[in-house]
T-cell receptor, first 116, second 109 residues
Framework: GAVVSQHPSWVICKSGTSVKIECRSLDFQATTMFWYRQFPKQSLMLMAT?????????EQGVEKDKFLINHASLTLSTLTVTSAHPEDSSFYIC????????????FGSGTQLSVL | ELKVEQNPLFLSMQEGKNYTIYCNYS?????LYWYRQDPGKSLESLFV?????AVKQEGRLMASLDTKARLSTLHITAAVHDLSATYFC?????????FGSGTKLNVKP
């Protein structure tokens, strides 16, 4: 089946540094990728929608200068958390929609970010 | 803004019992998804419901969709401990997925 690879699985960083998370679709083309944030014991909150070759669309309340999203190819989207602070600590999950089978959405394994 | 509401939020049940999780959503959509999440893990796709009246079954889980009522259900039959997890429904609305709050299921031996 389709696989979405997300790296790293977990990262610990100091406050003020930037962290990049990669999301790759391994065996399909993903014209659209989504980034979610999940706090402990809560649901997934959609942060932004990333379309290949264009600017990401951010949900209300999500700072686009804080969470930089780049979707440079049909198989890769990246989320960069800039100048991270402890309140950015969370579980981040990417997902990708198969361009050929639009009803299917595949999820990455998630990245646990801890900012000290 | 689209709202997706799940209930119950927590469900503790004995093995062998049946129960239903409900998912209501606030806008028109004909695509409803169910996912399972284990602690510290990502989401595992369970069902994709694409039309009114759709019913899908896999093992002890059965999902249905009523687009007129904007309601989906996930029915658990004769629960076993391995089904303990958090279950999410999600609605596809204009190319965006919106998730319910999740139902944390604990099946006691």
């Amino acid at each position: 089946g389709a696989v979405v690879s997300q790296h790293p699985s977990w990262v610990i960083c100091k406050s003020g540094t930037s962290v990049k998370i990669e999301c790759r679709s391994l065996d399909f083309q993903a014209t659209t990728m989504f980034w979610y944030r999940q706090f402990p014991k809560q649901s997934l909150m959609l942060m932004a929608t990333s379309n290949e070759g264009s600017k990401a669309t951010y949900e209300q309340g999500v700072e686009k200068d804080k969470f930089l999203i780049n979707h440079a190819s049909l198989t890769l989207s990246t989320l960069t958390v800039t100048s991270a602070h402890p309140e950015d600590s969370s579980f981040y999950i990417c997902s990708a929609r198969d361009a050929g089978e639009r009803q299917k959405l595949f999820f990455g394994s998630g990245t646990q970010l801890s900012v000290l | 803004e689209l709202k997706v509401e799940q209930n119950p939020l927590f469900l503790s049940m004995q093995e062998g019992k049946n129960y239903t999780i409900y998912c209501n959503y606030s806008t028109t959509s004909d695509r409803l998804y169910w996912y399972r999440q284990d602690p510290g893990k990502s989401l595992e796709s369970l069902f994709v419901l694409l039309s009114n009246g759709a019913v899908k079954q896999e093992g002890r889980l059965m999902a249905s969709l009523d687009t007129k009522a904007r309601l989906s259900t996930l029915h658990i039959t004769a629960a076993v401990h391995d089904l303990s997890a958090t279950y999410f429904c999600a609605v596809d609305n204009f190319n965006k997925f919106y998730f319910g709050s999740g139902t944390k299921l604990n099946v006691k031996p």
